[in-house]
């Protein structure tokens, strides 16, 4: 055991010395560079939400995060906590981006924590749609769901490190960032016929998504999207979805996210 204990010590000892390695690798191997290591699977919500806060809390830039799922209430102390550990990242200068679904604006809690974040700095956009979850910080490390292994657990995912695919990654976020409104402009529409939901459901169906695809890619199920276009034909006083598709062509609620 003693032996076994001494490799396993010089082997810890050779892996910390890799980051000085990797940074001497422009110097002695100028033409081609080596993005560093490239992803690690977290198989379980526990894994990926740790190794979230460990990366979280050692940022010196930056955060973005993109939460496409439709919002749930969650302990009020966890909520409190992340919104205080926000807080302090503003506080030492480190810009946090949030991307948010259109249904997150319609969510008591979501919208009282968006509400404190922003107070203190933070930027929130919301975007109708579906969109990829994830979140990227510093440039340097990016959390994306798992797409790759079938049968895990839903909230299993990737620590993706290597360089040029966090720099995607961050380039398709600023895509996404873009194309989004901002919180502030969607929540001043009380007048708005459609909820937040809603709208991620028609810009589904007005892509051409049947109503059953549309699901699959909002994460709903099936009858959520069918209660939700029943509830909106009812709203509108409308017999078919035709008819609700043909409102929503010259809509007002298009403009909203």
Not at 113 to 135: N, T
Not at 164 to 170: I, L, R, T
Request: hydrophobic share 45%; glycine share 8%.
């Amino acid at each position: 055991m003693g032996e076994a204990l001494t490799e396993l010590r010089d082997l810890v000892s050779r892996i910390h010395t890799i980051p000085a390695l990797e940074s001497l690798a422009e110097d002695y191997d100028p033409h081609r560079m080596y993005g560093g290591p490239a992803s690690e699977y977290l198989p379980t919500r526990d894994a990926m939400n740790g190794r979230i806060g460990d990366i979280s809390a050692a940022a010196t830039t930056s955060v973005l995060t993109a939460q496409p799922a439709a919002p749930t209430d969650r302990d009020p102390r966890i909520v409190a906590l992340g919104a205080q550990r926000v807080v302090v990242a503003l506080e030492a200068g480190i810009e946090v981006r949030s991307l948010y679904s259109s249904a997150a604006v319609s969510h008591g809690q979501t919208a009282a924590y968006v509400r404190e974040i922003a107070d203190a700095g933070a930027q929130v956009r919301i975007l109708s749609g579906a969109f990829p979850r994830m979140m990227i910080v510093d440039t340097r490390h990016c959390f994306i769901e798992n797409r790759v292994i079938a049968g895990s657990d839903r909230d299993a995912g990737w620590h993706v490190t290597d360089r040029g695919c966090v720099s995607w990654a961050e380039a398709v976020f600023d895509v996404l960032w873009d194309r989004a409104a901002r919180w502030s402009d969607a929540a001043a529409r009380p007048d708005a016929m459609t909820t937040g939901r809603q709208r991620q459901i028609l810009v589904e169906l007005e892509a051409g998504y049947t109503k059953q695809q549309a699901a699959k890619r909002l994460g709903l199920g099936e009858r959520t999207v069918t209660g939700e276009l029943s509830a909106l034909r009812a709203e509108l006083g409308m017999r078919t979805l035709y008819q609700v598709m043909a409102w929503w062509a010259t809509s007002l609620d298009r403009g909203l996210p």
